[in-house]
């Protein structure tokens, strides 16, 4: 049934996860949840994945919480929620903030509907590539609820609190131009599969590790303090110096640009 409710593939170093929900559009159940965090799992694992496009089925992106499976069931809500210290990411967390802290590239394409828990997703990826029927909203106020899915975390980089907190507050639906001058797409397109999968290939050109160094230097250091920041590029910078993949890119450059990458090494 998970394996339903999510189509993973891996073609050419880029992995395509579709949340495969539509009759739902797409909408979130505990099991949906339960297999976003498996595939996140597997993607992590395997070094061989340099890239991610994800999206939704039959033209829309995700509707949100499905409320009614939910809130029916405790033990549904226990699942969602449960963690052992407060700073850990629960199911219902790992869904976004395990997109961020996957070390390779995650592109969202954005369709149709992506409210609520939605959007909380698509703030995990790095790049949200929107087509221009697209509609978004931060909707947990509508149900009496907070965005409880760390998309916070991501939100609270791209835009100022007040308009955060004005989203927020309002539930509003965002047209894609809308969410675009607000930073919560990164781009609109009529083709967005394809201009994402074309953004995918032009990433696989460069190192692995190189783009797993860039992007925790970037989440982790876009927040932190100067001293943090310098600390982490230096140390980024000597493992990648140190690396099979540096040699390889040089050679890219210089003698034979077909020449293939190595995996990615396991400490990103």
């Known amino acids: 049934m998970e394996r339903e409710l999510i189509k993973f593939t891996v073609d050419n170093g880029i992995a395509h996860v ?14 949906m949840f339960t297999a976003i965090d498996k595939v996140i799992k597997q993607i992590r694992a395997n070094k061989q994945i340099n890239a991610v496009i994800l999206s939704g089925a039959d033209g829309n992106f995700c509707s949100g919480l499905d409320v009614k499976s939910v ?4 033990t549904n809500v226990l699942k969602l929620l449960f963690k052992w210290l407060p ?6 967390q790992r869904v976004s903030l395990g997109w961020q802290r996957l070390p390779i590239p995650v592109i969202a394409v954005l369709e149709g509907c ?30 009496g609820l907070v965005p409880d899915m760390a998309g916070l975390v991501a ?40 201009c994402a999968t074309l953004l ?9 590790d190189a783009n797993a160094a860039i992007k925790r230097s970037i989440n982790q250091s876009w927040t932190a303090s100067v001293r943090s920041l310098l600390a982490r590029e230096s140390l980024s910078q000597i493992r990648l110096l140190l690396d099979k993949n540096r040699v390889i890119a ?16 396991s400490w990103w």
């Open 200 to 208: 995918a290939q032009k990433i696989m050109l460069t190192s692995p």
């Open 71 to 74: 809130a029916n069931s405790p």
């Open 18 to 31: 579709c949340l495969n929900r539509p009759t739902k559009i797409n909408a979130l159940n505990v099991e």
């Open 114 to 143: 992506c409210y609520g828990g939605g959007t909380q997703i698509a703030l995990g990826a790095d790049i949200r590539i929107a087509t221009p029927n697209c509609q978004l909203s931060i909707m947990e106020a509508k149900w």
């Open 250 to 265: 040089a050679i890219r450059q210089t003698k034979n640009p077909d020449k293939a990458y190595r995996a990615r090494q």
């Open 155 to 194: 939100l609270r980089q791209i835009m100022p609190k007040d308009k955060a907190l004005m989203l927020t507050y309002t539930a509003d639906i965002l047209t894609a131009e809308q969410a675009l001058d607000l930073g919560l797409v990164t781009q609109i397109s009529d083709n967005a599969y394809e």
């Open 87 to 92: 700073g850990n990411a629960n199911l219902a």
